[in-house]
């Protein structure tokens, strides 16, 4: 997902081509150029043939709204098989028969072992001492046997978090190739058709914003300072074909910290769109020509806090 540059506004000049204001106060930029303020060239994550194509172009998605799907079925086939060796594991991490069997095995050899010492203490040589060590060996091995069979038990547990991983994988694999919407807004543009052989990478969809865009300028430096105009409300006005005037509430949200050779330092609006009354069309458009008064002396809007997470940095 990328952040798409912002709205170019042109800095209207009184007369000879100064800045204006509305008021002394508070600076007028027209011919200002409305653009997206967020897209999603949303691409194919892994390689197969385009089994589903869930949008066309004008369809409103929301954040994590499908769009497409690649044959998944050879991981969906991965997962039954590790979702059936996980539960093996499962079923055998919670067995304890070879612990019980080992305990039971030892008793009976340390009996054997008490038997021969007592029958010898009776009558002297009636087990030789090799048939003893041999019992005393035997009773030796069932001792390790049990410690054989408690360590198999937690190797078997160990498994079982292997397995899960295993599934885990297969759903990731799976997930992987459902495409979702990484934003809010409109498809505007849907580059594969069905049964095409898609690689990673492939652009699938490009998504954008639409509930709020941006209106960018360049405000004279010698008359304002970038306190002045930064969080301040700003009123975007656009004229339609119909001679028809509306106008849009925003805030500027960026103060470049750079001054222009010309003496303006740039600023950007986000402004908040809305639909047209009975409809479903948004009136505010990318490419749309606006006039945006920044209201600096009105008190500073609270500042905008973002959370960049990792879905939005891919």
């Not at 011919?31 to 409103?60: F, H, M």
């Not at 038997?115 to 019992?135: H, M």
Request: proline share 5%.
């Amino acid at each position: 997902m990328r952040i798409v540059s912002g709205i170019m506004c042109g800095v209207v000049l009184f007369g000879a081509g100064s800045l204006s204001a509305a008021t002394p106060e508070e600076p007028v930029l027209r011919r200002c150029l409305v653009s997206v303020v967020e897209e999603a060239r949303v691409p194919a994550r892994e390689a197969g043939v385009l089994v589903e194509l869930s949008v066309k172009e004008g369809d409103t998605v929301r954040r994590g709204g499908a769009i497409a799907r690649i044959d998944d079925s050879q991981p969906r086939f991965e997962k039954q098989k590790a979702s059936a060796e996980h539960d093996q594991a499962i079923a055998k991490a919670k067995s304890d028969v070879d612990v019980r069997y080992s305990v039971a095995a030892e008793k009976v050899a340390e009996a054997e072992v008490e038997k021969a010492v007592a029958s010898n203490r009776r009558i002297p040589g009636s087990v030789t001492q090799v048939e003893l060590a041999r019992l005393q060996l035997n009773q030796k091995k069932s001792e390790l046997q049990i410690e054989q069979a408690q360590l198999e038990r937690q190797l078997s547990s160990l498994d079982v978090q292997s397995k899960e991983v295993e599934v885990l994988a297969a759903e990731n694999r799976i997930g992987r190739r459902q495409i979702a919407s990484p934003i809010d807004g409109m498809i505007v543009q849907v580059y594969p058709h069905l049964g095409e052989w898609m690689q990673p990478g492939d652009p699938l969809a490009r998504v954008v914003r639409t509930d709020k865009l941006r209106v960018e300028g360049y405000v004279d430096s010698s008359k304002y300072e970038p306190s002045m105009v930064h969080n301040r409300p700003v009123t975007v006005s656009v004229m339609f074909a119909d001679e028809r005037e509306e106008s849009f509430k925003g805030r500027i949200v960026f103060v470049s910290p750079l001054v222009e050779p010309g003496g303006d330092f740039r600023v950007w609006a986000e402004v908040e769109n809305r639909q047209a009354k009975n409809s479903v069309e948004w009136l505010l458009r990318a490419g749309q020509t606006a006039t945006m008064t920044i209201h600096s002396t009105q008190a500073s809007l609270p500042p905008v806090h973002r959370t960049v997470t990792t879905a939005d940095a891919e």
